[in-house]
């Protein structure tokens, strides 16, 4: 029985593999395959080519192992040479040194190119905005410093805009993520990091608290809606004439472990996003300069030297 | 210190409570087999005080089948709590100690003593050798990595378990966000059995350095023992990072102080990376045995030596360097510049080549070869194609701007068990079954041990496949339960039920193992594979001097060579006028006793009990001094217990 199963285990990997590429190219809910915006493609096309690059070595792989396998089993009568003195080729080893060699080679060149392309805006020559994100126990709050207004638990942004994430936390450090957008960045105590990313279509997408931060983890989910700039510009005069404002005790009554449903709120305490950076840890970094404000190019963040990696450019993010 | 237990939580967690149950019920049917047949001086004698490195190789093996099982319970629990949407089987706060306990337990206390069984078994009688280079150091190994596992495993009944997952990031694992004693469980177990994972690759070290027989010069030496030097050495570099890691957090939780917290100056940033720089070589530490084993068992079930050998050895060695040089890879979403991120995500892909090598040299030991299924064979030709995914994903993952989108995914999860359960834990199976007969004298029962081989393998590609497309979908590690119309339910369903096959296959190796004890066909020959290297030349199981005489290695595969007529077979046999008395350790009880003061320490440390801390420490000092003033610590097998042992074995010429 398992000789016969074997046999036919192959044919069946094949099908399963072939159905799962079928599957997963059309599906929505594989939101990372189903980007709205130039980060999200951008990362998927990395995926794309890397998935192609290593099938290269990944299909003669299986299909020497299973010809191999056939082949030169231990069987009475088999015919295939068998020939143990035979033990080393330089000309094979050249090629299969040589053909990973030059599979990174073009991965590597591909992914050094996107890796500095993610730490500029997506569109040169749009306007961004600035949305700030404090994560919290088991929220997150986003505070838009332009518009002067603040969300919890889902955030509101234009279209065909460069969105400029600045991220920390004032809790134990999660991960920002908007699949359908593009990549995560964590939000770290104590620390400004920068994330770009940008919606070509209006639509409302999933975005998920990604690290790990304790019991009530699971419910940081937020929603994202992507609407035209005149919608977009609507919310906001929306958010500024009905709701409540938060206090400095309000966002500490936030701050307390727990949950939280979504909310507006017409203004927040000013410099809200800085104080808590600085608080956390920012002051030892940062010095007296304003992490917010510290951006763009190469900065001189405070004593960032005495870290032991390169975290000065921390707020490129990508 | 703020962290009592909550005494209440015995009786009223009914899953507490049935572990309670279970473990005082095991307790007692232990104490009461070990009275009724008189065994309490046997276990201490023959097993609890041996210096001996084949019998620690396989208490090593007992532990980490036990902790397997532990661990994969764990994942059980956890992949039914997963299997639909909103299921309340467990809470988020068992859900977090389990995920947290499974990781900790399947890295540290399973791979671990899986990879320490077989260097101890197999090493020094691969390269002709008597013991290892210290065989009471050895001990001392051994049961710190017990006492380690056990105040692991006790935790969560006593107290509750770490909760923060197996990387213990801080804050989150400060005080002030993790009050309870779990995380100093977490601290204190890991550097206990750290200590003995250190003085373990000091002892292969050298014991590979040092002792191999006359003639076997590096290059001749067999691949297995080749990927334990490498891993050795990794051991030494990796483990002193982790031992500084634990030991801030530990007097941040403990002293007040503020290495990684988010005030007064602390950076959490600072344990991320020191906790990785262990972390990856890690990996590599765990995974170059397993290609030494597969090494072994290609080439002898192919009767054929391994391909390129020499790439094998520099593939191994270029593993054990690039493999320092790849860290900043699981935080590449944590604020370095793009700089940084370039250099690492090279470094990573750089780590395939070889990887990619050493596959591609194993299908050509085979290739011209004749190859036959036998159990560990099988479980190694399953490794090639699983690991082959395994490494591709991770080059794939390597890629920065794309690993932002895999990052703390399901696509990550399924990666990594992918590279340790297709990477090590198969060939590691392999190994366990491919040196069974030399540790036990039997062979196990194939029919049982091929449903056990396909329960698990084909269990493994259910349960894991369908999580690289929940990582697509957006499925984030470390959720305890999802909600329905996210189309997350299927792949998740499939996937548990892909776990329980895995189960089903664990538990056909366990039965495999009983039915053989009993009626297991007995290996007579100590050669039942017809194998290639020393090992193979003495009986199953080894006396326990090894070898009476030292034979002299006359090339790379000598047993081989020896069986094909190119050497004397005469030369691997002892005869009768050579035999001199061996130089052997003594037992001792002192590895055994110190380490339960180590365990007292920790006991102390983690409920902040001064008087345990005191009694543990004066319990390590003493034993510490009394060593230092030891000489009687060996002795002479006398030559005719030599003789006899061999005449009864057949073996002994002239």
């Given at each position: 029985m398992f000789r016969r199963f074997s046999r036919h285990l192959g044919k069946i990997s094949a099908i399963v593999a072939a159905a799962t590429v079928l599957l997963t190219g059309c599906s929505p809910e594989y939101q990372v395959l189903n980007p709205v915006g130039p980060v999200g493609r951008t990362e998927e096309h990395l995926i794309i080519l890397s998935t192609v690059l290593v099938a290269i070595v990944l299909v003669p792989v299986f299909i020497l192992l299973a010809v191999i396998l056939y082949r030169y089993r231990d069987k009475p009568g088999n015919t295939a040479p068998y020939n143990p003195e035979w033990v080393d080729s330089r000309t094979l080893e050249y090629v299969w040194w040589g053909i990973p060699i030059v599979i990174i080679g073009i991965l590597a060149a591909f992914t050094a190119k996107t890796i500095f392309t993610l730490t500029k805006p997506p569109e040169a020559n749009i306007k961004p905005i600035t949305v700030q994100v404090i994560s919290l126990n088991w929220k997150w709050f986003f505070e838009y410093p332009d518009q002067k207004i603040a969300t919890v638990n889902y955030c509101e942004i234009p279209t065909g805009v460069p969105v400029q994430f600045e991220l920390t936390s004032d809790a134990p450090m999660n991960s920002f993520w908007i699949p359908q957008l593009g990549g995560q960045e964590y939000t770290m105590p104590g620390m400004a990091m920068r994330l770009w990313l940008q919606a070509d279509k209006p639509g409302q997408y999933n975005g998920y608290g990604a690290n790990f931060t304790g019991v009530g983890f699971e419910h940081m989910k937020f929603k994202v809606v992507a609407a035209s700039q005149s919608d977009f510009n609507a919310w906001v005069n929306h958010v500024k004439t009905s709701s409540p404002v938060l206090t400095k005790a309000g966002y500490n009554e936030l701050k307390k472990d727990g949950l939280a449903n979504e909310a507006s709120y017409s203004a927040y305490p000013p410099g809200l996003f800085n104080d808590v950076v600085m608080q956390n840890g920012g002051q030892y970094m940062y010095g007296s300069q304003t992490p917010s404000n510290s951006n763009s190019t190469k900065n001189s963040s405070g004593n960032m030297s005495n870290m032991n990696m390169d975290m000065s450019n921390m707020n490129m993010g990508h | 210190m703020n962290t009592v237990p909550h005494w209440g939580i015995f009786i009223t967690e009914p899953m507490i409570l049935g572990s309670d149950v279970l473990i005082v019920l095991t307790s007692v049917a232990i104490v009461f087999v070990l009275t009724k047949f008189k065994k309490w001086g046997w276990l201490w004698r023959e097993w609890l005080t041996t210096v001996d490195h084949k019998k620690i190789g396989i208490m090593y093996l007992i532990a980490a089948l036990l902790m397997l099982f532990r661990g994969g319970v764990d994942a059980e629990l956890m992949r039914t709590q997963l299997a639909l949407p909103n299921l309340s089987f467990l809470d988020a706060e068992h859900y977090d100690e389990i995920f947290t306990t499974h990781g900790i337990i399947m890295i540290l206390f399973m791979a671990m003593p899986f990879i320490f069984a077989l260097f101890n078994i197999v090493v020094p009688l691969q390269i002709g050798a008597r013991d290892v280079a210290f065989p009471y150091l050895n001990a001392i190994s051994f049961w710190l990595f017990f006492f380690g596992a056990l105040l692991m495993n006790i935790s969560f009944v006593i107290g509750g378990s770490p909760d923060a997952g197996w990387t213990s990031y801080p804050p989150l694992t400060e005080l002030g966000f993790n009050p309870g004693p779990g995380e100093n469980y977490y601290l204190l177990a890991l550097q206990i059995s750290g200590i003995g994972s250190m003085a373990t690759g000091i002892n292969f070290l050298v014991t590979i350095l040092k002792m191999r027989a006359p003639g076997m010069t590096l290059w001749r030496m067999p691949l297995f023992t080749w990927s334990v030097l490498s891993s050795c050495v990794m051991i030494l570099f990796a483990f002193p990072a982790l031992t500084v890691a634990l030991a801030l957090l530990l007097l941040d939780r403990?002293?007040?102080?503020?290495?990684?917290?988010?005030?007064?100056?602390?950076?959490?940033m600072m344990f991320i990376n020191l906790f990785w720089i262990w972390g990856h070589p890690e990996v590599y530490i765990v995974i170059l045995p397993a290609f030494g084993v597969l090494s072994e068992v290609i080439s002898t079930f192919s009767r054929?030596?391994?391909?390129g050998y020499g790439s094998m050895v520099f593939a191994l060695v270029a593993i054990s360097i690039v493999g320092?040089?790849?860290?900043?890879h699981h935080f590449f979403t944590m604020g370095a510049g793009a700089d940084v991120n370039l250099f690492f995500a090279i470094a990573t892909m750089v780590v395939g080549i070889p990887t990619g090598v050493k596959v591609f040299n194993w299908l050509f030991t085979m290739y011209r070869g004749r190859i036959r299924m036998t159990l560990p064979m099988m479980w190694a030709v399953a490794f090639i194609p699983c690991f082959a995914i395994g490494g591709a994903t991770g080059v794939m993952l390597a890629v920065a701007p794309a690993d932002y989108q895999y990052h703390n995914s399901y696509f990550l999860v399924a990666h990594f068990h992918q590279a340790l359960i297709g990477g090590a834990v198969l060939s590691l199976v392999a190994g366990m079954y491919y040196w069974w007969p030399k540790m036990f004298g039997f062979m196990l029962d194939e029919r049982l041990g091929q449903w056990g081989f396909w329960f698990f393998n084909i269990g493994f590609y259910v349960c894991f496949m369908p999580q690289y497309a929940l990582g697509l979908m957006g499925m984030t590690r470390r959720i305890y339960t999802y909600p329905a119309g996210l189309g997350w339910t299927v792949p998740n369903f499939i996937s548990t039920i892909g776990a329980y096959m895995m189960g089903i296959g664990f538990l056909f190796i366990v039965w495999q193992i009983l039915y053989s004890i009993k009626h297991g066909k007995r290996d007579?020959?100590?050669?039942p594979w017809d194998g290639r290297t020393l090992e193979w030349s003495l009986p199953s199981p080894a006396p326990h001097y090894n070898f009476a005489t030292i034979p002299t290695i006359q090339g790379r595969d000598a047993w081989w060579m020896a069986k094909q007529g190119e050497l004397d077979k005469k030369d691997f046999l002892p005869d009768k006028d050579d035999i001199k008395p061996i130089h052997m350790p003594k037992n001792s009880g002192r590895p055994f006793i110190l380490s339960v003061s180590f365990f007292i320490i920790g006991l102390g440390i983690v409920f902040g009990v001064i008087p345990f801390e005191v009694i543990g420490g004066l319990g390590v000092a003493f034993c510490m001094f009394r060593r230092s003033f030891e000489y009687d610590t060996d002795y002479y097998v006398p030559v005719d217990e030599v003789i006899h042992t061999e005449s009864a074995l057949g073996r002994l010429q002239g």
């Open positions: - | 403990t002293l007040g102080a503020h290495f990684f917290t988010m005030l007064h100056g602390g950076n959490p054929k030596a391994t391909f320092f040089l790849t860290w900043v007579v020959t100590g050669d």
